[in-house]
């Protein structure tokens, strides 16, 4: 009963390539993330998405796009992969109170390595 | 703007010593309050949360408190095991539904 999962796992790619990491929850969430999670551990958020329609988009490059073809699924392309891409990615969803006082629940992460 | 200042790791412990991990934070008005724990290879979970002055955040033996004079929500435990070897995050969110992250901090426990 995994409450939010995310695909693949573990991503080894070269440089230039083009990659998707999908993620789905199963919680009846209606607010799904993504955060990237560097080497030293430090943890930002780059987009998320309320019943389908981006809310929050930080300071990401535009070769990351996030799809959302439904409140359960939040897709993350990434085109011309770069060295500086090799990071853990993390799915998230939550119910939106608009009060900040709901916790999220994450995926157990996409690591990606570029080589 | 928002942000959160955690203690540096890793912190080194004995198991059923006592723990405390500083956490404070910056924020206009009064944000909600979160640790996050992570272990290894795993994603974040909740372990606790407080969400106005003054509330006692608790959960599997940890403890944080919501301190809006000092700005803070430090955690602790009273005796630690082996199996809370993580890297634990504070976090703050105001309003928003997003999540301010401090650069976690790492806790091994030996036997």
């Known amino acids: 009963d995994t409450a939010v999962s995310q695909t693949p796992k573990y991503l080894v790619t070269q440089m230039g390539n083009d990659k998707s990491i999908k993620c789905e929850q199963n919680?009846?969430?209606?607010?799904m993330y993504w955060y990237k999670q560097d080497s030293k551990k430090f943890l930002k958020i780059m987009f998320s998405?309320?019943?389908?329609?981006?809310?929050i988009n930080e300071t990401v490059p535009n070769r990351f796009s996030p799809k959302s073809p439904d409140k359960a699924h939040l897709n993350l392309h990434i085109n011309s992969l770069e060295l500086g891409d090799s990071a853990v990615y993390f799915c998230?969803?939550?119910?939106?109170?608009?009060?900040?006082?709901?916790?999220?629940?994450f995926g157990d992460g996409t690591r990606l390595s570029i080589l | 703007g928002n942000s959160v200042t955690q203690m540096e790791g890793p912190v080194t412990l004995s198991e059923e010593a006592f723990l405390t991990i500083n956490c404070t934070y910056t924020?206009?008005?009064?944000?909600?309050l979160f640790w996050y724990v992570q272990y290894p290879g795993e994603g974040l979970q909740l372990l606790l949360k407080?969400?106005?002055?003054?509330d006692k955040g608790s959960n599997k033996g940890f403890e944080a408190t919501y301190r809006k004079e000092t700005t803070s929500f430090h955690l602790e435990k009273g005796s630690v095991q082996v199996s809370d070897s993580a890297v634990y995050f504070c976090?703050?969110?105001?309003?928003?539904?997003?999540?301010?992250f401090g650069t976690g901090t790492r806790l091994q426990v030996f036997p």
């Open positions: 998230a969803s939550s119910h939106t109170t608009g009060t900040g006082n709901q916790p999220q629940h």
């Open positions: 919680l009846g969430h209606d607010t």
């Open positions: 998405y309320n019943n389908k329609e981006l809310i």
């Open positions: 924020a206009t008005g009064y944000p909600s």
């Open positions: 407080a969400t106005k002055a003054d």
């Open positions: 976090a703050l969110d105001y309003n928003t539904d997003k999540l301010i």
